[in-house]
């Protein structure tokens, strides 16, 4: 799918962390993406995910428009793991065309009985009908640590969207409230290194997003809130800002 996978990604670190045996609290998409297993099998996992507007570092990759996306991904007892997604954006201008597609893959393993350390590759590439407004792609490659409530990951990529090297570094934090709530935070930090070519510096943004998921059944429902900032846009859009978005995640 697009960018926004990322959060995919470490939803199935953490259910990788149940494989190789970590007993991990669920959170909102690891909860539906896998059927229950022994837990020394490997892990096949199929979902769709529905949602008002595909958000990615406090930017609206689709443009403040629905998107449809179909995940794929593999989870081997080693540790490694590997994942597929596409993702469809409907308007009324243009009616239902693709969006983008990312493939990911890494490894995990257990540092101690509360820490897991990962690493991994992403690639995402998007269609001109993207809020990106061209077709562009990128490449980045992760290392990250996760604890029972807080994780965090830097990314690094040589040739972001095009334009330059870039590093991105995030922490996230994740809650359960009872047995049907998951709260769960994100703050995040993007440093190009390179400028413009007038001469002027690109602008280090941040982003945040607060988020609260609730599994019924196959489906899990969530709502986030979440922006960034400066307002001068990296991205070339003005679609950015603070935003409200909901979406369905169903396991197949």
């Known amino acids: 799918m697009t960018a926004r996978a990322s959060q995919a ?23 539906i993406l896998f059927c229950s297993a022994a837990p020394a099998a490997a892990q096949v996992g199929t979902a769709v995910s529905i949602l008002s507007d595909d958000r990615f570092r406090g930017f609206s990759l689709s443009d403040g428009h629905p998107v449809g996306t179909l995940n794929l991904s593999y989870d081997s007892p080693t540790g490694l793991y590997v994942g597929a997604s596409g993702t469809l954006v409907g308007s009324t201008a243009d009616g239902i065309r693709p969006l983008g597609f990312q493939l990911d893959g890494g490894y995990a393993a ?11 590759i992403i690639h995402a590439r998007y269609s001109r009908y993207s809020g990106l407004r061209s077709g562009l792609s990128y ?10 409530i807080l994780s965090s990951r830097i990314y690094f990529s040589p040739h972001y ?13 994740s809650l359960p409230f009872g047995q049907d709530l998951t709260f769960q935070g994100h703050a995040g930090v993007f440093v190009p290194f390179y400028g413009y070519s007038r001469g002027s510096r690109s602008l280090v943004r941040y982003d945040w997003q607060v988020r609260v998921s609730r599994p019924v059944g196959r489906s899990t429902f969530h709502a986030a809130l979440g922006g960034g900032g400066p307002r001068q846009n990296y991205y070339g859009d003005y679609s950015a800002g603070r935003a409200m978005t909901f979406g369905i995640d169903y396991a197949l």
């Open 161 to 173: 969207l095009g334009r330059g090297a870039t590093a991105y570094g995030e922490l996230n934090a």
């Open 110 to 120: 257990q540092v101690n009985s509360g820490l897991i350390a990962e690493a991994g």
């Open 139 to 148: 490449t980045e490659v992760y290392a990250g640590l996760e604890g029972k």
């Open 9 to 31: 990604v470490r939803d199935r670190r953490k259910r990788l962390a149940e494989i190789v045996g970590r007993a991990h609290r669920g959170a909102a998409l690891a909860t």
